[in-house]
């Protein structure tokens, strides 16, 4: 059984501060990742994926991956009362193709004004 | 131009109903999902469909068929609904080569 494994929170973080959002894996031959925002209500957006091992940014997030420890995480710098949400980790199970994606329960973030 | 779009957004009915869902996509994707999120927001793929075949299909119940009829459209029809069915069902597509997913606005199944 392919399992992605989140802290359901909440995580609660100061604005201004930097939000910490951590997810581990089962499945070793994961080939992306994706960390998805859900704000109540909405459907899922993507905020990044990651291939490769190493950091990716894209503005104040930063996606990072550790395939030896099958673990991935999303840090999101100077964090903003827009910013809570719940945050979905993703992983494409190993195949390509046309498979879905394998979603963890997913970390609800508070940022405090 | 919403890019995927599901029709009813809001759906309550009674047990032993069958009901559809609707999915359309203008983005050309060529593939097309169907997840179920529950009331504790798990959100678990149930179908795939790429050029108007199956290619996965989770451990759903077979009172729940997926239909293509054509590339832009995979619809969702449930047979005999139970209690537990109720869960908001988002359809996704993918395409351009990578593996992003885009979300449809969901619709929420309410079973009494």
């Known amino acids: 059984q392919k399992e992605v494994e989140q802290n359901s929170g909440p995580l609660s973080v100061p604005e201004g501060a930097i939000a910490s959002l951590n997810c581990t894996y089962s499945d070793r031959g994961s080939q992306s990742f994706f960390w998805y925002r859900q704000y109540s209500g909405k459907s899922p957006e993507l905020i990044m994926f990651?291939?490769?091992?190493g950091d990716k940014e894209d503005g104040r997030f930063t996606a990072q991956l550790n395939k030896a420890s099958q673990y991935v995480s999303l840090l999101i710098r100077d964090s903003q009362p827009s910013d809570s949400a719940t945050y979905l980790c993703a992983v494409a199970r190993s195949g390509g193709g046309a498979d879905g994606l394998t979603f963890g329960k997913g970390t609800h973030l508070i940022i405090q004004p | 131009d919403t890019a995927v779009s599901q029709t009813p957004k809001y759906l309550v009915t009674q047990m032993g109903n069958d009901k559809s869902i609707k999915c359309e996509q203008n983005?050309?994707?060529?593939?097309m999902y169907w997840y179920k999120q529950d009331s504790k927001k798990f959100l678990k793929i149930m179908f795939s469909y790429n050029n108007k075949e199956l290619i996965i299909n989770e451990t759903v119940p077979n009172r729940f068929s997926p239909k293509s009829p054509d590339k832009a459209h995979l619809n969702l029809h449930i047979n005999s609904l139970e209690l537990g069915d109720s869960a908001v069902y988002f359809c996704?597509?993918?395409?351009?080569?990578?593996?992003?997913?885009?979300f449809g606005p969901g619709t929420r199944l309410l079973v009494l």
């Open positions: 983005l050309g994707h060529d593939t």
């Open positions: 996704a597509t993918r395409g351009g080569g990578g593996e992003t997913q885009y």
């Open positions: 990651i291939y490769s091992n």
